[in-house]
């Protein structure tokens, strides 16, 4: 909600058993509706958790880069995950696990 008075946006304020809305900046008060919570907890879906690999036999369902050499024995061929690890505006980072010796190392693109 925006304050009527100065045009700032109002913050929820839990009041007694009732929820208002109040501005940081000239203190005016609104009623708020009542199908509002106020809550500090956020909301995670399942998607939005980090898997990490702690078993090699997981790697499986990883796809392969026929292309990739591992830097340690040699081989060709590493699975490959794409993790954004850095901020939104930054390329994502690649991480291979070589298929052979299972060696991890990571590209930055």
Not at 54 to 59: G, H, I, Q, V
Request: proline share 8%; net charge positive.
């Amino acid at each position: 909600m925006i304050c009527p008075k100065c045009g700032h946006l109002m913050r929820p304020k839990k009041e007694k058993n009732a929820i208002v809305f109040e501005c940081p900046v000239c203190g005016f008060i609104s009623a708020g509706n009542g199908n509002l919570k106020v809550s500090r907890h956020v909301a995670r879906r399942p998607e939005d958790n980090v898997i990490v690999i702690d078993n090699p036999e997981k790697l499986i369902a990883l796809p392969v880069d026929e292309d990739v050499v591992c830097p340690k024995c040699g081989n060709r061929g590493a699975y490959v995950q794409v993790v954004q690890t850095r901020s939104a505006d930054e390329p994502p980072t690649r991480i291979y696990t070589c298929t052979k010796c299972k060696y991890t190392w990571r590209e930055y693109t």
